[in-house]
């Protein structure tokens, strides 16, 4: 079975453009999240979507983020207009069931570098 | 705000040797759950605990979940080259979001 698939693996772009990261859930998961890593901050959560919905955005930074979930099987998450700051790896990752304590499946994450 | 803390950062052993992690948070947690994240990977799910006091394996693995619900512990017997990279505890109460400790990166000489 096909796990979580994002794309791109790699964004390089310059600051001030905008950043389209996309991901697909594993068929059949109903919880879907993104999540920034750095060596800072650790890995950090931005936002989850149940059945499609965003449940919780508390953690997404600032009002550049954005997320969306037109459907079951696709997810973006937009960064408008980007900064150097917000270089990182960004990981979607999905589970099934309604709550969050259910185990995580996470895909190879896109490698975002803003210069 | 609830916080998982996670010691060492860093560890080195010499291949054979043991190896534990440990994690920590300010509340009562009610499940904690642990990844494996490999050099240039993703994290992976490794296991999940729910019960006070609960002991699970996995091989060379032992994970325990404290009696108060707040600590556990990843144990690694006899580690191998193979158990390079970085071990996340995370946990949660119920209906909030899992909370990510920093991680443990292990590295092992042969």
């Known amino acids: 079975d096909a796990g979580v698939i994002q794309s791109p693996r790699h964004e390089v772009t310059e600051m001030g453009q905008e950043v389209t990261l996309r991901c697909k859930p594993i068929?059949?998961?109903?919880?879907l999240f993104w999540y920034r890593q750095t060596m800072m901050r650790g890995l950090e959560l931005l936002i989850y979507?149940?059945?499609?919905?965003?449940?919780?955005d508390s953690g997404m930074p600032e009002d550049r983020f954005s997320a969306k979930m037109p459907n079951a099987s696709f997810s973006t998450l937009k960064i408008q207009p980007s900064e150097p700051r917000d270089s990182a790896v960004y990981f979607c990752a999905s589970s099934f069931g309604q709550g969050r304590d259910q185990p995580q499946h996470f895909g190879d994450g896109t490698r975002l570098s803003i210069l | 705000g609830q916080q998982v803390m996670q010691i060492p950062q860093y560890q080195h052993v010499q291949e054979g040797e043991d190896f534990t992690t440990y994690c920590n948070s300010s509340t009562t947690l009610s499940n904690i759950q642990w990844y494996k994240q490999r050099p240039g990977g993703h994290p992976v799910f490794l296991i999940q605990l729910v019960k006070s006091g609960e002991v699970k394996k996995q091989k060379r693995l032992t994970f325990q979940f404290g009696e108060a619900k707040k600590n556990s512990s990843l144990h690694i017997t006899a580690t191998q080259t193979t158990d390079v990279g970085t071990y996340f505890c995370a946990g949660n109460q119920a209906g909030t979001a899992l909370i990510f400790g920093k991680g443990t990166t292990l590295s092992v000489s042969s």
């Open positions: 068929s059949g998961h109903n919880s």
């Open positions: 979507f149940n059945n499609n919905v965003p449940i919780d």
